[in-house]
Nanobody, 122 residues
Framework: QVRLVESGGGLVQAGGSLRLSCAAS????????MGWYRQAPGKQRELVAAMTSGGSTDYAASVKGRFTISRDNAKKAVYLQMNSLIPEDTAVYYCNAGGVYVPTGYYGMECWGKGTLVTVSS
């Protein structure tokens, strides 16, 4: 079974920074894409940033220039450095892994963490 565990959320003032971490565990051979989504109260879950194992990245327009995603493929971990936070960034942030391979082959489903809450006060 593949599990994702996030850490690093919390309360921060506007203009501050936070760093989120996510580690995958289980009998994993490789992970194609790891990323972060967020869901604010009353809103749909949205992509924040994603990164392939080859280093290609994708960012939501609202976070470009403020957030940076990085990965450690050997550790099967993904990170999100969030700078210049604004109240609109307040949400539960979820780690996501897609294209997961285990020793028997393709894992067959996307994997999600339970989420970590980020609250930005004005």
């Amino acid at each position: 079974q593949v599990r994702l565990v996030e850490s690093g959320g919390g309360l921060v003032q506007a203009g501050g920074s936070l760093r989120l971490s996510c580690a995958a565990s289980g009998n994993i051979v490789s992970i194609n894409t790891m990323g972060w989504y967020r869901q604010a109260p009353g809103k749909q879950r949205e992509l924040v940033a994603a990164m392939t194992s080859g280093g290609s990245t994708d960012y939501a327009a609202s976070v470009k220039g403020r957030f940076t995603i990085s990965r450690d493929n050997a550790k099967k971990a993904v990170y999100l450095q969030m700078n210049s936070l604004i109240p609109e960034d307040t949400a539960v942030y979820y780690c996501n892994a897609g294209g997961v391979y285990v020793p028997t082959g393709y894992y067959g489903m996307e994997c999600w963490g339970k989420g970590t809450l980020v609250t930005v006060s004005s």
